[in-house]
């Protein structure tokens, strides 16, 4: 799996936007961009995932790149509970194949 | 999203005694399962992949005869620290994987066990 690169941290303010980058300059034309977040002390929750368009659901958008070269995670409003480490991820075929490897992740602050 | 759940959340045992640790898929047939572990304030790392009915897949460094994983059901898999020592204790976490409606895969997580190993 290509390997991401994102900000060991971030901090935000309560009901503001968070942009979280990531970049993936070595995805291959079959890797999802997948992120996941992780709350302390709690397993990884899923955020969302893409392959070339931006997406939307409740939680958050992805803003892909036209090179599909880095991606952006966007947290319209923050709020305390959105305080966690996010991972950005790529994977093969969409999720059918392949593990989900982990890197470091970017640490989110928000502060109120 | 589907929901997986661990068993125990937290466990506290003597060095040299053996640690059961259940992940269960709720509401879909994990066809794939895995194991991760995770040291404070480090990521997670991958221990195993294992397919349902199929020997687990370990990964480089991890020791199969001492992380016992049985994936005996589509909803049910196992992971064994056999004669755990303090070096082991760490946060473990589960992960299934099967098709949801629509055909569509996606991972799960568990909450994680948090074993201390004294």
């Known amino acids: 799996d290509a390997k991401t690169t994102q900000p060991n941290s971030m901090e935000s303010n309560e009901e503001e936007p968070v942009h979280l980058p990531c970049n993936h300059s070595?995805?291959?034309?079959?890797?999802?961009i997948h992120w996941y977040r992780q709350l302390p002390s709690q397993g990884p929750e899923y955020v969302i995932h893409g392959l070339t368009s931006n997406v939307n659901n409740r939680m958050a958008s992805l803003a892909i790149a036209e090179d599909r070269k880095s991606s952006t995670l966007i947290l319209h409003r923050a709020t305390l509970r959105d305080a966690a480490v996010y991972y950005c991820?790529?994977?093969?075929?969409?999720?059918?194949?392949?593990?989900?490897?982990f890197g470091k992740g970017t640490k989110l602050s928000v502060k109120p | 999203g589907a929901v997986v759940s661990q068993h125990p959340s937290r466990v506290i045992c003597k060095s040299g005694t053996s640690v059961k640790i259940e992940c269960r898929s709720l509401d879909f047939q994990a066809t794939t399962m895995f194991w991760y572990r995770q040291f404070p304030k480090q990521s997670l790392m991958l221990m195993a992949t294992s397919n349902e009915g199929s020997k687990a897949t370990y990964e480089q460094g991890v020791e199969k005869d001492k992380f016992l994983i049985n994936h005996a059901s589509l909803t049910l898999s196992t992971l064994t620290v056999t004669s755990a020592h303090p070096e082991d204790s760490s946060f473990y976490i589960c992960s299934a994987r099967g098709p949801l409606a629509g055909g569509h895969h996606e991972q799960f997580f568990g909450p994680g066990t948090r074993l201390t190993v004294l």
């Open positions: 991820i790529l994977r093969d075929r969409g999720g059918s194949q392949g593990n989900l490897i």
């Open positions: 070595t995805i291959s034309g079959t890797d999802y």
